[in-house]
Nanobody
Framework: QVQLVESGGGLVQAGGSLRLSCAAS????????MGWFRQAPGKEREFVAAIRWTGILTNYADSVKGRFTISRDNAKNTVFLQMNSLKPEDTAVYYCAADRYGSGRSYSHDYEYWGQGTQVTVSS
């Protein structure tokens, strides 16, 4: 069983930056692919970014490419999402998720474990 706890959300002005963290418990974290998803009010949950266990292979939604960076520290069981040049349309609850099969794809059904989410609000 993997437990995920996100942190780092908050209120920021457009053009600003935030860094989200996701702390994972469990002995096999380093073998999991990790992903970030987000859900805005009235919208479906959508894929943001994913990273495979090596930390080398990453995957991003087109809407965040060039602005967001996903990374991980397997020694600390933590995955990060650095968000730069934030836009009001990035406002959402951001969720961390773990995929034990390590695919790192963009499909939410690949991910077995989810955090509780952290709110990101970008003001214009």
């Amino acid at each position: 069983q993997v437990q995920l706890v996100e942190s780092g959300g908050g209120l920021v002005q457009a053009g600003g930056s935030l860094r989200l963290s996701c702390a994972a418990s469990g002995p096999t974290f380093s073998s999991y692919a990790m992903g970030w998803f987000r859900q805005a009010p009235g919208k479906e949950r959508e894929f943001v970014a994913a990273i495979r266990w090596t930390g080398i292979l990453t995957n991003y939604a087109d809407s965040v490419k060039g602005r967001f960076t996903i990374s991980r520290d397997n020694a600390k069981n933590t995955v990060f999402l650095q968000m730069n040049s934030l836009k009001p349309e990035d406002t959402a609850v951001y969720y961390c998720a773990a995929d034990r099969y390590g695919s790192g794809r963009s499909y939410s059904h690949d991910y077995e474990y989810w955090g509780q989410g952290t709110q990101v609000t970008v003001s214009s």
